[in-house]
Every structure is written in C-alpha cells, then in structure tokens.
C-alpha cells in the first residue's frame, strides 16, 4: 500500500452531459426500452466520464459514482438493507432497487430528503434490528473492472458505513431505543468483504465518505468512527482507504481519523477549513495522505488559484502528503461552461463548471508538485479572472443598495395572527379542511414545446400567450370540476420555480445546458445570481389574473420565496448571503404587492428549501434562521390582514427548524408528511403551531396513486394533532413532474377524502 493518490476529484456528474441517463430512466419506467437498453446508455456514460477524467491527468480517478437513482440507496442495495416489503414483490434486482426509490402499487417508497445542505434528495434506508447485511449486489466491483478494461485504475467511491448508518432511520419493526448505529459491527463485516474483493481485483485505492461527521455528534458516533477505522484499517487484504469528510470542517472527527490506521483524509477547505495550529497539534497525519479540497465542488465561480495555492503551502509539512482534491463531489455542478455558447461572455469567463474545475485541480496539482513556472499562464489567466469579476460595474447597483439602507423593523411586520384569521375567514368562507394543490400541474409536451418554440423564435409573444391561456382554462376548470376550494393556475409558463423567476430579475445569469441531478432523473437548472437583484416589471401577475377571471373560487398566487431561490441557484460569494436574501425578498415583495392590487386573495410564497441551507453545525444556526426567516417576512408583510400568505416546505427533516417554521408567521404552512406518516405534526404541535397547516396526503415523487382510504387514514392523523379549522388538504409539492393519467384520479382521492371526513366531523 505505498501508492500515492494524487491530484483528484471526489465524484462527477453522472446523469450525462446532455441527459442520456435521465432519458433512458424516464424510456425504461415508460416500457418503451428494455433493461439491457438502460444498462448500455448508464454503461457509456460511465465510459466517457473515466476517459475525460483519466486524459485530464488527474493523479486518481474516482469509480463507481454512477448511479440509476442515488447512492445513498445503492448502498443499501449493496450491503443487503432491502426492506421485506420490496423483496416480497418478486421483482427482479433493478426493479426492486426502482421500486425502493418510486413505490409500486400499494407500496410506497422509502421517504426522501435533502443530502445534507444540498438540493440532491437521498432515499432514507430503513435498518432494524432484523437486518441481515450481506454483500448482496457488487456494482462497485463490476464497475472497477469495466474501468480497468479502458486502461484506468478507478478509486472506488462509497458511502462510509458510519454516515450510511446515521442516515438511515429505524424500520417499522425496531424497539423503542433502537438506532441504526447499533448494527454497526455487523455492516462494518461486510464492509470488509467488500474491500478484499476490490483488492483483489487491483485496486490500489478506495474512498469511503464520511460527511456525517461535519455536523455536531456525541461521543457514541465519535467512537463507531474510531472502530470502524481501526477495523478496516487493520485489514491485510485492502487498498488505501481515503475518508473525506465535507460540506463543512470535521472538527472532533478529524483527531479520530488522524489516529486511525487509514492512508488519506480529505477535508473541504471551502466550507470550513479547520486552524492550522490544530492540523499541526495532530501528529496521526504525518504519515498520511491530506487530500486538500481547494476547488469548490458546490459553486460555479472560478477559482482564486493564488489563494489556493497559498493555503496549500500552509499545510506542507503537516502531512506526509499534500494532494489537491474538490471539497466535495462535482456531482453538484453541471458538466461544462464550453457548452454554454448564449451565456453572456463576460459571466462566462467567471465560471468553472465540472470540466473546468477537473482542470484548476490538474493545475494545482502540478504547481504544488513542480512549482508555478510549468502552469504560469493558466495562473495568470485565473489571476485576471478574479480581478474582471471584482471590478465589473455590472454587479452593484446603488439603487437597490439604498432601498436595502433604508429597511424599517415595521417592514417585517404584519397585524396579529387571530385579526389576520378572521379578516380572512370572512373574506374567502372556505370550508372545514378547504382542498387545494401547491402550485404547479403536470406540463404536456404541448406546453414545453411552446416554451421551447418561444425561445427558438418559432413563436410570437402573442402566440405564446394564448397557448399559456388555453393550458390555464383548461387547469381552472379541471380543478372546479375536481371540486377544490382554492385554485391555481398551474404554471404552465414556469420551466422551474426557480428559474422562471431568475430569467425575470436583474442580477441574475441563465444556462441552456447546465443541468443538475436532484433525485433519479429529476434535473434542474440553477440559475446563476452574479450581482444585485431587482425586479424591472411584474412576473405573474398576468398569469394569476387571468386564471381569477375564469373562476368565482379564490385563486393562488404563485411565488418562490428569496431563501429558495438562494438555495437553488448558484449563488455570488463575494458578500453575505444574508444581504443578497434582503436584496430577493424586496423583489418578491414588490411582485406579492402587485398581485394583492390586482385582487388576489390568497398567495402563496414558497420555501421548501428553508431547513435545507440550515448549517451543519448547531454554533452557526442561529444567524442563519435569524436571515432567512427575516427574509420571507420582508417579502411577504406588506399585505392587508384580509390577504392569506400561504408558504410551503417539502422533503427535509424539519425538527431543527420548527421555531423558524412558527417565526414565519405565514397564515398556512403545506409541508410534507405522507411518507413520512404526518411525523411532522408532533414537532409542529410540540411548540404551539397556531396556524394552518396543510400536511400532504399525497405523496407525487411517486408515479403511485393512492387510494381515497389511504389519504383518509391520513387526515385522521392529522386530525388528532391539527384541530378541523386549522388542517388543509393537499399534495406532498407540486405536480408538474407527475402526468395527468396519475394526478386526476390522486386529486379525485384527495377530494374525496377531505369531503368524508368533512362529513364525520358534523
């Protein structure tokens, strides 16, 4: 074991650079290509990631980093944690793996949520004290050797056994006190096994991740670590084991894995570098490998080489190597700035994208090993660089910086809840346990194409509006027939909640190919936030009044709050994201004052990313929940008490943000709770929510319809923790990626389900 690891990467994109992967998925779950179709596409994609990152001359080259839906569950697959209720379907292995990550039939999904602070979304294992691991799928090896036929020696890359295991949650059969954790010996076994094939196979190295560790744990998930490293690491029949830990700085954790018998240790010196003087007060690293994440794997700015370089020189000495790594996966960036041949250039040259950050850790990687004069002229271009974007005029704007100057406490404000309810109640007379969806319906073909024939040319504005207005009558009366209470116009002319807002606001930069996997094949394509952020005209206005003209019934008003909008977009590092949040929620602001002028009743301004940009560490919270939920008042007080200001939140663990959730003071929070079986509410009623709430009873990242009972059973969950007057019906999130064969029979549920148990509360 005495081969060095070198300049690398951490993980790569793995969808395909023009979504090969996600078309075939969606061709495969629509039976119109077969699995050995599937597996030749997913085979190719992996082929030419190993070649590109292998001709870039990167010192390792990371495998098994494809994946069909997410790592997080193939892990699972691989280590046997198949829960019996998919096993008893008697599918086949790639049909189980997808009924895990999609439900089929009667039977539901394993939950989703956030991967960490990220908007990718993971598969929640589910481990009791019953489960059998066992190395039951060996994709990591098959991969290794498919690499090694192109001539490439891949570094294997996989979930470490400890952050698998505090990612999971216990299965429906584990006893009171039981934590995945306990199982840890028994997986760790496995683990084993599975490192003594790979070595025997020629690996030299494997990676095993460990992010769990840059969050706060106590001393029982501080020892697991210690042992699961000094097991593995005393293997004889292994490769180099190489744990990085990112999205944040190890702390406690990084003396643990200094000690352990392992050869390299990466740390994300983007998200939080640890002090020099404690990496020099641990004297376990001297004899390994220090893989230094310098180029950010998160964000698309391009790096500051120099600073690179000279944070790298303090760590010389500290370790018997130093190699220049990303601070995390590159899976969070898309695939190459070349490809982007519309994006202003000037925007463009500030940019690295996968490709172009495979590069600076080539060219750090040799200045740090030969010194500059080999790379002189790639470091002075990156010098130039910096210095455009730092002085580019088109990133301030002193008008909006003014406006943010003269912010009063007032402006975050609203009259009290019980006079807003009233007012509202009088206004809308909604009935007990009012239906309603959270925004968005499926988009047709019809409808993409004429998004897409819009921006080609091939259609006038005129023509556009009046397919957009024949695809909203269509949705306003689908609706009044379903017999909602509170529609919605649908958001035919929405790409994505997100996007659709930055292409209308100044400050802000889009891509045509920079798509991002966030869960299976469910890509988005963040926009890029460069300089300050205003609102030049209304943005849905329009569209909502139009849809109210159709219907005597209220309609939604549709808005993406600021802090998602942060959060899903890449964002400018060059001030404090809480003054760009102020800066997004002044726009908002403006365009929820429009809407209530031109008569809407009920807007809804959503943040489902509010707990996702929660810092990993509880010290840095506070600050964090202080901005944003600021943020969203601002956008939103500036109402009358009659106007009801919806907000929703899906797919994270909302414990730690419940407070936050109540400071929001929104009249009705929708938030996910149909995988999760309404666990939600105990949180919820633990602090006082006093608001309404409308916890999802259909869950549409499933292709499932479920049945009028099962949402039934659900409301009457909700109903033991929400009083009648307080509880809404509604979808786990909106609908757009769902089709209408699915959506029309689940809102018939649905619907239906709110009238029964309407009816019982008489």
């Known amino acids: 074991m005495t081969s060095t690891i070198g300049s690398t990467v951490l993980g790569y994109p793995r969808i395909g650079p023009d979504r090969e992967l996600k078309r075939a998925l969606e061709r495969y779950w629509a039976s119109t290509i077969d699995e050995a179709h599937l597996r030749d596409v997913a085979r190719a994609v992996r082929a030419d990631t190993v070649r590109n990152l292998h001709e870039a001359g990167l010192g390792s080259v990371p495998g098994n980093t494809g994946s069909f839906y997410d790592h997080v569950l193939d892990t699972a697959v691989t280590f046997g944690a198949i829960p019996p209720r998919y096993t008893r379907l008697g599918l086949g292995p790639l049909d189980t793996y997808f009924a895990m990550a999609r439900g089929v039939g009667p039977v539901p999904p394993l939950e989703m949520t956030k991967w960490f602070d990220t908007n990718y979304h993971y598969l929640v294992p589910e481990i009791g004290p019953g489960t059998r ?93 210690a042992e699961t490293y000094r097991v593995l690491g005393s293997l004889t029949d292994r490769p180099n084991i190489f744990v990085p830990g990112y999205f944040g700085d190890l702390g406690e954790a990084l003396p643990v894995l200094a000690s ?26 001297r004899d390994k490998t220090l893989v230094a994440g310098l180029v950010d794997g998160r964000n698309v700015w391009r790096t500051d080489l120099d600073r690179a370089l000279s944070t790298a020189a303090t760590l010389l000495g500290m370790a018997g190597e130093v190699a220049v790594g990303t601070s995390c996966s590159l899976l969070h960036v898309p695939y190459d700035v070349a490809a982007e041949t519309r994006l202003d250039p000037q925007v463009a040259s500030w940019l690295a994208f996968a490709r172009q950050k495979v590069d600076e850790v080539v060219v750090l990687g040799r200045a740090l090993s030969e010194g500059r004069d080999p790379v002189a002229d790639e470091l002075t271009a990156a010098r130039e660089t910096v210095a455009d974007r730092a002085r580019a005029e088109r990133v301030r704007d002193e008008r909006v910086r003014r406006r943010l100057a003269a912010l009063r406490p007032e402006d975050t404000r609203r009259e009290d809840y019980e006079t807003r309810r009233v007012a509202q109640d009088d206004s809308l007379r909604l009935p007990p346990l009012p239906t309603t969806t959270i925004g968005s319906f ?85 926009p890029i936030l460069f300089g300050d952020v205003s609102r030049p005209a209304p943005i849905t206005v329009e569209w909502a009044t139009y849809a109210q003209s ?21 964002v400018r590092d060059d001030q404090p994201l809480g003054d760009t949040a102020k800066q997004v929620a002044l726009a908002i602001r403006d365009e929820v004052a429009d809407l209530e002028s031109a008569g809407l009743r009920v807007i809804q301004v959503d943040e489902p990313a509010l707990r996702e940009l929660l810092p990993l560490r509880v010290g840095r919270q506070r600050d964090y929940l202080d901005w944003a939920v600021a943020a969203f008042r601002l956008a939103t007080s500036g109402v009358r008490a ?15 943000v419940i407070d936050a959730i109540v400071a929001l003071d929104a009249d009705v929070t929708s938030i996910e709770a149909a995988r999760s079986r309404m666990e939600v509410l105990g949180d919820l009623g633990a602090v006082g929510f006093a608001r309404g709430v409308g916890p999802g009873v259909y869950d549409i990242h499933s292709p499932r319809v479920p049945e009028r009972a099962e949402m039934t059973d659900l409301l009457r969950a909700a109903l033991e923790a929400v009083p009648a007057h307080r509880l809404w019906v509604n979808p786990d999130c909106g609908l757009k990626t769902r089709g209408y064969a699915e959506v029309e029979p689940a809102l018939r549920h649905l619907v239906a389900a709110a009238t029964e148990v309407r009816g019982s509360l008489a």
């Open 133 to 225: 691991f066992a190395l039951t799928d060996r994709t990591a090896l098959d991969h290794f050797r498919e690499a090694l036929e192109q001539g490439v020696r891949t570094r294997p890359v996989l979930v470490g056994p400890v952050t698998f295991l505090l990612l999971s949650k216990p299965d429906s059969e584990a006893p009171a006190g039981f934590t995945p954790l306990d199982t840890v010996d028994d997986l760790v076994a496995v683990y084993a096994e599975l490192l003594g094939e790979l070595h025997r196979a020629g690996a030299e190295w494997v990676q095993l991740d460990e992010p769990a560790f840059v969050a706060d744990r106590g001393p029982a998930e501080l020892a697991a670590l």
């Open 642 to 656: 009659d106007t009801q200001i919806h907000t929703h939140l899906c797919y994270s663990e909302f414990g730690d």
């Open 260 to 285: 352990a018998p392992i050869e390299a240790i990466g740390l994300d010196l983007r998200a939080g570098a640890p002090r020099v003087e404690d990496l020099a007060a641990l004297p376990g690293l």
């Open 442 to 526: 499926p988009q047709t073909t019809d409808v993409r194409r004429a998004r897409a024939a819009l921006r080609r040319g091939d259609l006038d504005k005129a023509g556009y509006t009046a397919r957009m207005r024949t695809e909203i009558e269509r949705v306003v009366r689908l609706q009044e027939e379903l017999g909602l209470d509170v529609v919605v116009h649908g958001e035919p002319e929405r790409n994505d909640m997100v996007q659709y807002f930055a292409e209308h606001l100044a400050g802000f930069a889009e891509t045509d190919h920079g798509w991002v996997q966030s869960y299976g094949s469910r890509c988005v394509r963040p």
């Open 550 to 570: 159709l219907t005597d019934k209220p309609v939604k008003g549709m808005l993406t709050g600021p802090v998602t909008i942060l959060a899903w977009s890449f």
